[in-house]
């Protein structure tokens, strides 16, 4: 009997491991044929959200004492999906026209940063690498990130260098990307979404931060800004 749970336990912390470490970004599965699209693979419904489920838990958090006071504690709820969050996020992406990077295998590898600042305008940042090709895709809206995301006021692409995109993927490599915790603890109202997606020909992953204003994760996406033409001042760097 005691074997037997001390087996079972093992292969609990098994799974939870592959789940947040890699098993559960195979692209394979959630590739969705099913999903309606257009040529560019942007969605074709309004409601056909962004990120798979599996990506998006709900978290819930504690705040516990320690000896030099608090820490935040997070934990995902297993089975559930964050609907709220997902709805919000996708809503930018959909009116920013920007196309799934899950639902199909691509032939590329690409990375988006979306960037949604609770009372300036959402932005997002598509790095693309496909053979000896680097590009840059970066878009403005003109609403406010944690109200209603408007319409576009500028779209642009930028051709990079093999030395840009080391770079990139050197801060992203850093910063643990294919790693990172899922879902998003809540730690407070206003502030600044910072949401990183990847895509290979093998795996797909999504994370989100809250307002970060250094670390590993912070310079990888404040990368992608300093590569656009957009002059964003420090303070509106939250």
Same mark, same amino acid.
């Given at each position: 009997m005691k074997n037997a749970l001390i087996q079972k336990l093992i292969i609990g912390v098994l799974l939870f491991f592959l789940t947040q470490n890699g098993f559960s970004q195979s692209i394979d599965k959630f590739v969705d044929k099913t999903i309606t699209v257009d040529g560019l693979n942007i969605p074709t419904d309004l409601k056909q959200p962004y990120f798979p489920k599996d990506m998006f838990p709900e978290v819930d958090? %504690?705040?516990?004492q320690t000896y030099n006071g608090t820490r935040a504690e997070t934990k995902i709820k297993e089975g559930t999906y964050d609907e709220f969050v997902v709805n919000w996020y996708s &809503?930018?992406?959909h009116a920013m026209k920007e196309p799934l990077l899950f639902n199909r295998k691509v032939d590329k590898e690409v990375y988006r940063f979306t960037w949604l600042r609770t009372f300036d305008k959402p932005m997002t940042f598509r790095f693309e690498k496909r053979n000896n090709r680097y590009i840059l895709y970066f878009k403005v809206l003109n609403g406010a990130g944690g109200y209603e995301p408007g319409e576009i006021e500028t779209e642009r692409l930028k051709i990079l260098s093999e030395k840009e995109w080391i770079e990139f993927t050197q801060l992203i490599t850093k910063a643990k990307f294919? &790693?990172?915790? $899922? =879902?998003?603890?809540? +730690? =407070? !109202? %206003?502030? *600044?979404?910072?949401?990183?997606?990847?895509? !290979?020909?093998s795996k797909y992953r999504v994370v !989100?931060?809250?307002?970060?204003? /250094?670390? #590993? +994760? @912070?310079?990888?996406? /404040?990368? $992608?800004? *300093? $590569? *656009? %033409? $957009? #002059?964003? *001042?420090? &303070?509106? &760097? @939250?």
């Amino acid at each position: 009997m005691k074997n037997a749970l001390i087996q079972k336990l093992i292969i609990g912390v098994l799974l939870f491991f592959l789940t947040q470490n890699g098993f559960s970004q195979s692209i394979d599965k959630f590739v969705d044929k099913t999903i309606t699209v257009d040529g560019l693979n942007i969605p074709t419904d309004l409601k056909q959200p962004y990120f798979p489920k599996d990506m998006f838990p709900e978290v819930d958090m %504690d705040w516990i004492q320690t000896y030099n006071g608090t820490r935040a504690e997070t934990k995902i709820k297993e089975g559930t999906y964050d609907e709220f969050v997902v709805n919000w996020y996708s &809503k930018h992406l959909h009116a920013m026209k920007e196309p799934l990077l899950f639902n199909r295998k691509v032939d590329k590898e690409v990375y988006r940063f979306t960037w949604l600042r609770t009372f300036d305008k959402p932005m997002t940042f598509r790095f693309e690498k496909r053979n000896n090709r680097y590009i840059l895709y970066f878009k403005v809206l003109n609403g406010a990130g944690g109200y209603e995301p408007g319409e576009i006021e500028t779209e642009r692409l930028k051709i990079l260098s093999e030395k840009e995109w080391i770079e990139f993927t050197q801060l992203i490599t850093k910063a643990k990307f294919w &790693k990172m915790s $899922l =879902g998003r603890a809540s +730690f =407070g !109202t %206003d502030g *600044s979404e910072w949401i990183m997606e990847g895509a !290979t020909q093998s795996k797909y992953r999504v994370v !989100t931060v809250q307002s970060p204003n /250094n670390g #590993n +994760f @912070y310079d990888a996406c /404040n990368y $992608l800004i *300093s $590569l *656009s %033409d $957009l #002059n964003i *001042s420090k &303070k509106k &760097k @939250y």
